[in-house]
């Protein structure tokens, strides 16, 4: 069974501040995935990476694939409140398509 | 483009009784996933269908069931309802199954057991 560990589980910030998310398995995925969800709405998917080592940017957002596929991160740089919501990573791997998801971040940016 | 529809948003039911959602995925798409959030789990995979076919299924007893139709709408019906099935239950498309497909979720279905 593939699990993924995120950390931290809560985390409450300033406007303004850095901050960094991760995402550790045991396991080797070929492909991790970074979504976020509102209160009282779906994931969105942020962001896809496939490749160990991947460095991908969106905006203020950055992510990392490790170079073993084993674990990731999300690096946020001057965080606002509009970045307020529960992070995922899920990790997708094996013979049939199936994402497990950790349990997420859930980040609060105050003004 | 329309994005994922899940129908009802909420539903409040009783132990023991029987429940359907619906869930219309994007136009084009053909692969429909289902899952279940709750605080203490977290999502947790339920199972995924393309072409009208099962082709995963988790760790869930076999009062989940699910089934899609030809035109890629997809229901999921849980039967003999118990306290422990009230959570959030998440319906994704993508155009085709496969690792690294990105997933378009629906807002989901709020299922209450009283």
């Known amino acids: 069974t593939q699990l993924l560990e995120q950390s931290p589980q809560f985390l409450s910030i300033q406007e303004g501040e850095n901050l960094t998310v991760y995402c550790n398995s045991s396991s080797v995925f070929s492909s991790l995935q970074w979504y976020r969800q509102e209160p009282g709405e779906g994931p969105v998917l942020l962001v896809t990476?496939?490749?160990?080592?991947e460095v991908k940017k969106l905006k203020r957002l950055t992510f990392q694939f490790g170079d073993a596929r084993k674990d990731s991160s999300l690096h946020i740089t001057a965080a606002q409140p509009g970045d307020t919501g529960l992070y995922l990573c899920a990790g997708g791997g094996g013979s049939n398509y199936k994402l497990t998801f950790g349990k997420g971040t859930l980040l609060t940016v105050n003004p | 483009k329309a994005g994922v529809t899940q129908t009802p948003r909420y539903l409040i039911k009783t132990r023991g009784q029987q429940v359907t959602l619906s869930c219309s995925p994007i136009?084009?798409?053909?692969?429909v996933s289902w899952y279940q959030q709750t605080p203490g789990q977290g999502l947790q995979f339920l199972f995924e269908y393309f072409s009208e076919t099962q082709r995963n299924k988790g760790n869930f007893p076999g009062r989940f069931s699910g089934r899609q139709f030809s035109n890629s709408r997809s229901e999921m019906n849980v039967s003999t309802l118990e306290l422990g099935d009230s959570a959030l239950y998440l319906c994704?498309?993508?155009?085709?199954?496969?690792?690294?497909?990105?997933?378009?979720f629906g807002d989901g279905t709020r299922l209450s057991i009283l």
């Open positions: 990476v496939v490749t160990g080592g």
């Open positions: 136009s084009g798409h053909r692969s």
């Open positions: 994704a498309s993508s155009l085709v199954p496969g690792v690294g497909q990105p997933q378009h």
